[in-house]
């Protein structure tokens, strides 16, 4: 896939002589953006989850239950 960009004459002159490998960095912000769209998903999740723990719409396990779960899910390995 290709992008273009329109960058002033004197910036990308600027760019340029500085070295910077501009494919890399834009790779690098791109990423940065999926991260960073991840987290603020991620969060907003947990968010909900603590909110419907503190509601009372959602109950936690007890220890017991929880052991219970998890060795029932392992033994599924």
């Known amino acids: 896939m290709q992008i273009s960009l329109d960058i002033k004459d004197d910036v ?7 070295g910077i490998d501009m494919h890399s960095k834009i ?4 990423q940065t ?5 991840e987290f603020y998903e991620n969060k907003t ?4 989850a ?6 009372g719409r ?3 396990l007890n220890q017991k239950e ?12």
């Open 12 to 18: 990308y002159k600027t760019l340029v002589d500085s």
């Open 66 to 77: 929880y052991e219970n779960i998890m060795n029932d899910f392992e033994k599924t390995l």
């Open 45 to 48: 999740y947990f968010h909900k």
């Open 58 to 60: 959602t109950e936690l």
């Open 33 to 37: 953006l999926v991260e960073k769209k």
């Open 50 to 55: 603590l909110e419907d723990i503190e509601l």
């Open 27 to 30: 790779e690098e912000f791109l």
